[in-house]
């Protein structure tokens, strides 16, 4: 029997884990989404087209591939269904190839009105939510109150949706919060909760399956199966940087309850990583750069969210968050992303310790949000070179593979591709994963 490769990301998200998975792609035989929902935006670029995904695994580009979004992901129909559109604008028809776990929850549209009253009610203590509902769906699911997609096959399901529904509006109304006046994408809430209706007519006619048992049943035909993950590991919610994280286990565990499969299932698991680290919204970042230098790498990666929009915040490699992310999901191969945006930079900055008062550390602290931390850096050469036209990894400059031996040598683990573009075609393969 085959295993389930996973790949995940290793920082705050924004890795470039869509494109990385459309290259990839090309060796399974079917794609999983394992945990999240539409608050992940997986931006792909093929042949100077920008394609952006928030809910459809990114192998759907691939028409002999299955697509499967687990039993782990919290679906809105809503936009699930603008992303087929999408798709279907550009000739690729996702009903062919895409199946839908029964057991996947959904997200009504009065879970993004509950996220929106419970990140204006922190004030300046917000979480920097996405307010697409993935907090209060999970809330529901962990305290038994979720509407499971398999339930738009029975009948009955309006009056679930409707008890549900008539809880949150309970919650919302001892909030303060005016949803009346509230639009969710642009659209007031009466008309959206009418297109999340046909959404979900729509979404009867695919493939709707016990995702697990079919997983299973592929690895006895030995299908090659690629788990893909969203957010990043320090969003987690067990590990990550608590309370500024996302609501669903983002580590390699997660894959096991996000598709049902056995941990002894679990094959090579694929870390990504930038050159350098980015975060959006609030919670602490060690290397932030609030200065010229953060600020170019911003405009020269184009770091603004594919979901929000936001700018993000940006700052030097931190090797103390990205070993703790690799010994938490046991990752065998290392995948940079982003390595093009450094190309100009005189000197580079790797984070390698922390300074908390007179004391040094080579851990990730619990208390992070408590404790004034002082990264301690090594300073590398930086290289000119544009790295976008690269054929091979001999051909980029010494000292950016001097870059990348470092960072192999700190965590220690081998770097197995380097993507130098946006584009599907702009990476380059080191070795094989061990």
């Known amino acids: ?98 199946y839908l776990s029964k ?35 999970y809330t529901d699911k962990t305290a038994r109150n979720g509407i499971r997609l398999g339930e738009i096959l029975y009948p009955g399901f309006y009056d679930l949706y409707k008890s549900l529904k008539d809880q949150h509006l309970r919650i919302i109304s001892m909030m303060d919060f005016d949803y009346r006046g509230f639009q969710l994408d642009g659209i007031p809430f009466p008309e959206y909760e009418s297109q999340w209706f046909e959404s979900m007519e729509m979404l009867k006619h695919f493939h709707i399956i016990d995702s697990e048992y079919f997983i299973h049943q592929s690895l006895i035909q030995n299908k090659t199966i690629l788990a893909e993950g969203a957010q990043g590991t320090m969003l987690d919610v067990e590990f990550g ?31 990504i990583v930038k050159a350098y680290c980015t975060r959006v919204g609030s919670g602490p970042f060690p290397t932030e750069l609030d200065d010229p230098t953060g600020e170019l790498m911003r405009k020269k990666g184009c770091e603004y969210g594919s979901t929000t929009g936001r700018p993000r915040r940006c700052g030097w490699l931190d090797l103390v968050a990205l070993r703790y992310a690799v010994m938490l999901s046991g990752v065998t191969g290392l995948i940079m ?33 408590h404790e004034k931390l002082t990264p301690v850096y090594e300073e590398l050469n930086g290289w000119e070179q ?25 965590i220690r683990v081998p770097f197995v591709q380097i993507s130098t573009g946006a584009d599907r075609k702009q990476i380059v393969k080191i070795r094989e994963v061990l």
């Open 1 to 98: 029997m085959t295993k389930v490769d996973v790949l995940l990301g290793l920082q705050w998200g924004d890795e470039g884990k869509g494109k990385v998975v459309d290259v990839l792609s090309h060796d399974y035989d079917i794609i999983a989404r394992f945990q999240g929902g539409a608050n992940a935006g997986h931006t792909l670029e093929i042949d100077g087209d920008k394609h952006i995904l928030h809910l459809i695994p990114s192998g759907i580009f691939h028409e002999n591939k299955i697509n499967i979004i687990g039993n782990g992901v919290v679906v809105d129909p809503f936009i699930l269904r603008k992303e087929i559109i999408n798709l279907r604008n550009k000739r690729i028809d996702a009903s062919k190839n895409l």
């Open 103 to 137: 057991k996947a929850h959904l997200i009504l549209p009065t879970h993004r009105l509950l996220d929106a009253a419970h990140e204006f009610s922190r004030g300046n203590l917000k979480i920097g939510s996405t307010l697409k509902g993935i907090g209060p769906a």
């Open 241 to 271: 940087t608590y309370p500024f994280v996302t609501s669903s286990n983002t580590v390699s565990a997660g894959v096991c309850t996000g598709l049902g499969i056995a941990p002894s299932r679990v094959g090579k698991v694929y870390g």
């Open 337 to 369: 992303t982003k390595a093009d945006v450094l190309s100009g930079f005189k000197t580079l900055n790797v984070c390698t310790r922390y300074r908390r008062n007179s004391e040094i550390i080579d851990t990730f602290p619990f208390g992070i949000h």
């Open 386 to 410: 544009d790295l976008h036209s690269l054929q091979s990894y001999e051909q980029a400059p010494e000292s950016f593979r001097n870059y990348v031996r470092f960072i192999e040598e700190e």
